[in-house]
């Protein structure tokens, strides 16, 4: 726990024109400004490679389908397979 300035928050956006189940992406918003459910994570490798580990976007976000973080992964700076 922090404050929220000093947390990143990170979104699941869908790419609606897939067919079946649309994957789904965690987008950073630094500025906090993006629609929908979010989930808050320290913005260092370590908080991030933590969160991924635990599933923690998926509970925390209440997704069904696994979730592509490299957009959050490229946000920090990250080398994440």
């Known amino acids: 726990m922090d404050s929220w300035s000093a947390l990143l928050r990170v979104v699941a956006a869908t790419d609606g024109d897939a067919g079946g189940q649309p994957p789904v992406t965690l987008r950073p918003d630094p500025r906090h400004r993006m629609?929908?459910?979010?989930?808050?994570?320290h913005p260092t490798p370590d908080c991030f490679e933590l969160a991924v580990?635990?599933?923690a976007f998926g509970r925390a976000l209440r997704l069904q389908a696994a979730v592509d973080v490299s957009a959050v992964a490229r946000h920090l700076g990250v080398q994440h397979p």
């Open 53 to 55: 580990r635990r599933k």
């Open 35 to 41: 629609p929908g459910r979010g989930a808050w994570l």
